[in-house]
């Protein structure tokens, strides 16, 4: 565990807010131009995994705010 601050924590979360603020943006400006037309439920479920696509590098990028690096400490064996 650290026992100091890093610099990567406040980085992490200014990258972070800046990269969800961009895909949100992006999602918001054209996903309404190509399903705009589709049944809404179509629509619910295009954008119900659009929301939960930016998850999934969440925990690497997690990973490397604690630790520095891109992937998980291997434990001992």
């Not at 990258?15 to 996903?31: D, H, N």
């Not at 995994?49 to 990028?61: E, M, Q, S, T």
Request: proline content about 10%; glycine content about 8%.
């Amino acid at each position: 565990m650290r026992e100091e601050p890093t610099w990567r924590i406040p980085v992490g979360i200014l990258a972070l807010f800046i990269a969800l603020m961009v895909y949100a943006i992006v999602i918001a400006r054209y996903a309404p131009g190509l399903i705009g037309q589709w049944p809404g439920l179509a629509q619910t479920i295009v954008y119900l995994v659009l929301g939960i696509i930016w998850l999934l590098p969440l925990k690497r990028f997690l990973i490397w705010m604690e630790t520095g690096s891109w992937s998980p400490p291997q434990e001992p064996d």
